[in-house]
């Protein structure tokens, strides 16, 4: 009530973003009011645009522009169509892809296998990963979703989907990350750090 | 040069916000093309709005809708005009109005003394405050600037200024906040809660 409506408003927009609590939504409310007029100006065309100029990758399904019926990725003569990547979310392609070291192509599954939220393999983009699979162009498929539980069953799970077909099924190496500390390592790290471990040459 | 340019447009825009950095800006504009089309349209709506239906009181400097020329706390018959309550800013007046133990008016400074950012007396609503003062309604002035080296330096550069109107100056107490930890606070924090320590009646 003391609030201004639009400002309460602003305030309730912010507040259902992931990460963002009330405190949060309103300290980012008194910014954008104090800020110059084109800070928040941006910020509204960018996400009334948002939807409208975005599409899916017809093949991969990562994030494309709209009209485009394949990514950049997919559409690139460079691109070594024998291996796929398959990642859980379009940012994971592009955390690949800062990597400069990956050459093949990507599968975007667009979300991890849930139980407890509910998402099967229908809800996720397994069916077209085995279809381009079954296609025969496929050498080897690297399984990259996260390491986590969720993560983890969906590899095992695809791995299952995957074995009919003949294709060499990897997974993302384990092991400490680079600037890790042994000391502060969890514990199922170190395992499979040391279970991992690796010839030196 | 991956991402369509409508998600890297709002990347660059969330990432002008205070306390959102690169990580963050790419997660939430993710999040906004997956979740339903109204999260992102109406935080567009809001935005858009916002500067336009917004406005300062002429008063107290407190935020209010645009076309009302004093806020709802300076309009209201039942605060009292011989208190006012100096603060920072309009999310001080929030945090205090929420206490309920309030009834005087304020006065929002917009900002604090801080040299090393360049900004002096002049470019805080403090003419404004003496003006109040010098008007001669206004009996106590409680100063509720941040428990802050800025804070404290705004306090007591108002001091000097309201000296000569003969007002009740006063700050806000200082010590332990509820549900604190002795054993934590920090050694000012437990010096100003010995040096101001109470009489149990």
Redesign the interface.
Known sequence: ???????Q??I???E????IGPK?A????????RAS?D????????????????AFCQECFN????GRERC??CESPKRDGAVVCVVE???D??AL?RTGGYQGKYHVLQGVLSPIEGIGPDDLKIKELVARVANGEIKEVILATNPSMEGDATALYLQTQLKQYGVHVTRLARGLPMGGDLEYADQNTLLRALSGRQEMS
């Open positions: 009530m003391l609030l201004p409506e639009s400002i408003s602003l309730t927009a912010l259902r973003l992931p990460g949060s309103s300290r980012l409310a008194f910014y954008l009011l007029e800070v928040a100006q941006d910020l509204s065309v960018a996400l009334a645009n948002l939807k409208a100029n975005t994030i494309t522009e709209a950049e990725v979310e379009a940012l392609v592009l892809e």
